[in-house]
């Protein structure tokens, strides 16, 4: 294997002996795991040594990379990844920050950094992560490749290591639209719906803007896109913002406390503070008393985050837990049985490898301004490539509701092309 790009923790090929290979389909297909999954006979290290070294080797393989290799896929190596899944940053103080492929000077993206690397460096054709905070979509569209989070419990999380059980997803990468869908052929439990049509594309106007979307015209290109493809009748435009504070009452008793910078719309401000606190007292549940025992040697950044998880009040959490149910009412209300939301998966291209501490946060917390809805709802959501505009890599995000997974991925398929084409076309004409 040439240049890994700083992917892996470790290589080697795994596939499954069979007398019936030729028929499997991802037969002749290669894989990279993310450093969450349990591989028999393999150590999980979550991405810190300590972790790893107070850790006995897996007995079983999770659900997700027993699948893939039964359906003839062959694994190539374990990925890095964030500590304790607990960046979208892709840096690991202990192993290295995988190399962007799509902009070298830039951060890959985390917390599944080494799997988004490893495919977008052509070194696998797909690869495993996991995505709990963003940590699937964020590497993909840093990266310019597909990325796919399925509906929360869709896909089994039995032998991964949690992070916070109530958004913990199993997601993938690919280079390609029909790689994407062939995974999610194996590890979707769920019918097919090749015939079904959007009954509406939600292109929220404020959500857009917000995103300074006239720097890349991602707003022109996804109207028009869905013109194309599904006509004008198709489309709507209507504020989210408008909406979701109709419709999510309690969502007002955080407004007054989350005053500052508008730099993003105060809805999604409330929404990212309030994913942020329900994934913490999981992640505090979770890992207390293995952090508290072994007193971790954690990288910048998620050493101070550790830390705030254990101090953390958790005195509106009962607020928190009716706004998730809330909101997932009201946005599955909204979109009904075959609508899709279309967003930008991050708030901007990827930061700069020496970007300071301090901006580096104030980005981070920017990002996550968008990242919330799908893991406060369980929605189904993909990552699209547009391609490279001034020199950096732009995506687009469809969403749908719980369960719908299959139906997104056909969506997405119908609209790739066209999404793509419109892209280039805007780009090109003012150059």
């Known amino acids: 294997m040439e240049d890994d790009f700083g992917a892996f923790m470790e290589k080697f090929e795994l596939k499954l002996s069979s007398t019936i290979r030729s028929s499997l389909p991802l037969q002749g297909l290669t894989f990279a795991v993310k450093d969450i999954f349990d591989m028999e006979g393999f150590v999980t290290g979550f991405g810190n040594p300590d972790w790893a070294r107070t850790h006995a080797p897996a007995k079983l393989t999770s659900f997700a990379v027993l699948a893939i290799l039964n359906a003839g896929a062959t694994c190539l190596g374990r990925t890095i990844m964030d500590e304790m899944a607990f960046s979208v940053n892709g840096k690991n103080k202990h192993y290295g920050t995988p190399t962007n492929p799509c902009v070298p000077d830039r951060v890959p993206g985390g917390s599944s950094s080494g799997s988004a690397v490893a495919v977008a460096a052509k070194i696998v054709d797909f690869s495993l992560g996991t995505d709990t905070g963003g940590s699937v979509r964020v590497p993909a569209a840093y990266c310019g490749i597909f990325g796919f989070r399925p509906s929360h419990g869709i896909v089994s999380t039995e032998n991964i290591i949690p992070m916070a059980q109530s958004f913990d997803t199993v997601g993938w990468f690919a280079r390609d639209i029909h790689t994407l869908t062939s995974i999610g052929d194996v590890l979707l439990q769920l019918p097919l719906e090749k015939n079904k049509q959007p009954t509406s594309i939600l292109i929220p106007r404020d959500i857009f803007q917000m995103c300074n979307s006239s720097r890349d015209q991602m707003y022109q290109i996804m109207n028009a896109s869905v013109e194309i493809i599904y006509g004008t009748q198709m489309i709507d435009n209507e504020n989210l913002e408008d909406y979701i504070c109709n419709k999510v009452p309690n ?181």
């Open 251 to 431: 969502i007002q008793k955080f407004y007054n406390k989350l005053q500052g910078k508008e730099e993003t719309l105060q809805f999604l401000k409330v929404l990212e503070h309030v994913s942020r606190l329900l994934q913490r007292i999981e992640i505090k549940n979770n890992h207390e008393e293995w952090i508290k025992t072994t007193n971790p040697d954690f990288g910048p950044g998620i050493k101070e985050r550790v830390a705030s998880v254990l101090n953390e009040d958790f005195n509106d959490i009962d607020i928190c837990y009716a706004i998730r149910a809330e909101l997932r009412a009201a946005l599955s209300n909204l979109l009904g049985e075959n609508g899709i939301l279309a967003i930008p998966t991050v708030y901007g291209p990827p930061p700069k490898l020496d970007m300071a501490a301090s901006e580096l946060n104030n980005f981070r917390a920017r990002a996550f301004s968008l990242l919330p809805i799908s893991g406060l709802t369980g929605f189904c959501q993909i990552s699209i490539p547009l391609g490279m505009h001034k020199n950096e890599p732009v995506s687009i995000s469809l969403l749908a509701k719980h369960g719908s997974d299959k139906f997104l991925l056909n969506v997405a398929q119908e609209l790739y092309a066209t999404l793509t084409e419109q892209a280039r076309t805007a780009w090109n004409s003012n150059q």
